[in-house]
């Protein structure tokens, strides 16, 4: 299986196009049927879950099968003529558990595999309402203890649904880095624990991704150069 994501950064003053697209892509996605599944969402203001929305930037990501698949030309077309800058991410689904909605929407996929290479990571959950406050109340602290983690290279705040329905995707030097801090450091492997403990989620996801191609640029630079 190969997935993609794409960050899309709309010019200033035209984030009303990206809120629109959320409702206009739908039918390109659905009818293309080598796309197994998708996803359109918004981003948050800073690289992690972020109660405020950035309204100039938004998210697609796609599953397939079928590794000639490509995203419709629509869409591609819409991002032109509005001179969206695109980031856009190939990746290949390696390690992971949990479901969206309801779905394995990237195979059965292992746990743990021998990869030790730069890895992309993505963890989504839908947030029991009445564990929002719980939640939120460790997220600042989270986010920051991440930028500052060795290894870190960057990450972005994805959610389908505000303050509820939310993803990070991260990126780091290798899987050791990545566990380091994910079970290691004292606060986020407390958190961690504390989410199953008090059942924090509904539902939720973790997946590893093997970076195949980073091509385009957020905010003038890309974020993350695969090195060959």
């Not at 100039?56 to 991002?79: D, G, V």
């Not at 990237?106 to 743990?112: E, I, M, R, S, V």
């Not at 050791?176 to 509904?202: C, L, N, P």
Request: charge should be positive.
């Amino acid at each position: 299986m190969i997935a993609t994501l794409h960050i899309v950064r709309y010019p200033a003053f035209l984030g009303w196009a990206g809120f629109l697209s959320m409702a206009i892509f739908r039918l390109p996605l659905w009818l293309n049927r080598k796309i197994s599944f998708y996803k359109l969402m918004g981003c948050g203001k800073n690289g992690s879950f972020d109660k405020t929305p950035d309204l100039r930037q938004w998210a697609l990501l796609l599953a397939s099968n079928n590794e000639n698949f490509t995203t419709p030309l629509m869409i591609k077309s819409w991002w032109r003529f509005f001179g969206c800058e695109i980031w856009e991410l190939e990746l290949e689904p390696i390690e992971g558990h949990g479901t969206w909605d309801q779905k394995a929407v990237f195979g059965n996929l292992p746990k743990q595999t021998a990869y030790e290479g730069p890895i992309c990571v993505l963890t989504r959950a839908t947030i029991r309402l009445s564990q929002l406050g719980r939640f939120w109340s460790h997220v600042d602290a989270i986010a920051g203890q991440m930028a500052g983690a060795k290894g870190f290279i960057t990450s972005i705040g994805i959610g389908e649904v505000p303050w509820i329905k939310q993803a990070t995707f991260s990126i780091w030097e290798s899987k050791t880095a990545m566990k380091e801090f994910a079970y290691k450091m004292q606060e986020h492997a407390s958190v961690i624990k504390k989410t199953y403990q008090e059942k924090w989620y509904s539902e939720d996801m973790f997946v590893r991704f093997r970076p195949i191609k980073s091509t385009g640029s957020l905010k003038g630079r890309l974020p993350f150069e695969i090195k060959l």
